[in-house]
Each structure stands twice: as C-alpha cells, then as structure tokens.
C-alpha cells in the first residue's frame, strides 16, 4: 500500500535551517509528485510547494520562496524538504502529500507529519 | 491567488442530521479542480473528494460534493459519530500556488 512517512520532530533555534524526509514506498515514485503543506497550531493548511519527482521541476509559495528547497533522493524514494532562517512564525506540524499532475492536482496521500518547533 | 472562503466556521448539528458545507471561491476554478479533505485532531488530512464531485477511493456514499465555477457544498448525508472533524475545501486548478479554505469545524450538538 502507499506509505510516506516523514522523519521526527525537530526543535530549532530562529535563523537555523531544518529538513524534514519524506520516505514514500507502495507505487511508482517517479509518477507522482510531493506537496508539502504546513498548518500552524489552531490554524489551516497551507501549501508551500512541491517537486516533480521525475524530473525535479519545482514549485514554491511566493510566502517562502527563497528559503525553501525540495529534493529528490531516487536511491531510497524519499523527498527532503529543506527550510532556512527559520522564524518563530515556522512553528508548524509539515506534511508531504502525494499528487498526481505536477501542474496541480489533488492529495490522494498524505504523510503523518513532522512539527518543526522554533523557539529561542 | 485564488482565495477561498468557507462557510459556516462551526456547524453544530446531531448524529442523524444532514450536514451542509460551503466553499466559495474568489474566481471560477477550472475544470472544478476542487477537493474536500476531512482532519481529526492529531491526524493528517483524509482525500474525500476530488474534481468537486468524485469521491475517493474508501469514501462512504453518505459524503458527496457538488458544485461548479465559483460556488462548491460538501453534503453529509447523515451524520455518524465518526464524521465530527475539520473540514478544508483546496482548489488545484490555478496552481501555484494552491490555496485551502480556511476551514469549517463540524462539532456535535
């Protein structure tokens, strides 16, 4: 069956930089791309971009455009996502979700997700 | 970007009870590139529907979507315990980036 699970909390400092993985296993991994979306506590989801797996085309929220970079790691199926000169505003649980179309489409998949806490 | 706004914040309803959920949207969205996704609290989102009116795979009948332009409703036939949780509509079809309602919180009365 599907599976993504994402690697553990993290606890970080403002201005450090974070990673979280993403392992994906069940399906054909170059026939999907990854989505990250953040939810800040109490509050909605939000997206912040995603990676074409096959070819490593990204996209990005003009929100974190510039601190945030997604990769691809085709030797063990899994996507990083990495987030720089965190904020205290960065606090969020971050899932990877599975899409199909990498122009957009919906998130048939989704990761059990990762908080990122930053505190000083 | 497109904004999408869904109405109402908290719907209080009964087990039983037929539950009406709205997202509307601040521009046509495409080809009803639209999807509803249920969150219980500590949980990752769960796929209900996608295309505004299909439903994923697993998704019990009494959950259905309709809807088309800018005007979206997420229909729960009747409520069962289980169906208590957040609900967020996402619109895909002008992405990047995509953008999610802010979210309706069906509780029980």
């Known amino acids: 069956q599907v599976q993504l699970v994402q690697s553990g909390g993290e606890v970080k400092k403002p201005g450090a930089s974070v990673r979280v993985s993403c392992r994906t296993s069940?399906?054909?991994?170059?026939?999907?791309?990854i989505n990250w979306v953040r939810q800040a506590p109490g509050q909605g989801l939000e997206w912040m971009g995603r990676?074409?797996?096959?070819?490593?085309?990204?996209k990005f929220s003009q929100k974190v455009q510039g601190r945030l970079t997604i990769t691809t790691d085709m030797s063990t199926t899994t996507v990083h996502m990495d987030l720089r000169s965190l904020r205290s505003d960065d606090t969020a649980v971050y899932y990877c979700?599975?899409?199909?179309?990498?122009?957009?489409?919906?998130?048939?998949?989704w990761g059990q997700g990762t908080l990122v806490s930053v505190s000083s | 970007d497109i904004v999408l706004t869904q109405s109402p914040g908290t719907l209080s309803l009964s087990p039983g009870e037929r539950a009406t959920l709205s997202c509307r949207a601040s521009q046509t969205v495409k080809n009803n590139f639209l999807a509803w996704y249920q969150q219980k609290p500590g949980q990752a989102p769960r796929l209900l529907i996608y295309g505004a009116s299909n439903r994923a795979t697993g998704i019990p009948d009494r959950f259905s979507g309709s809807g088309s332009g800018t005007d979206f409703t997420l229909t729960i036939s009747r409520l069962e315990p289980e169906d208590f949780a957040v609900y967020y509509c996402h619109q895909y079809s002008n992405s990047p980036p995509d953008t999610f309602g802010q979210g309706t919180k069906l509780e029980i009365k």
């Open positions: 990676i074409s797996v096959d070819n490593g085309d990204t």
């Open positions: 979700a599975r899409s199909w179309n990498p122009l957009g489409d919906y998130f048939d998949s």
């Open positions: 069940g399906y054909t991994y170059t026939a999907y791309a």
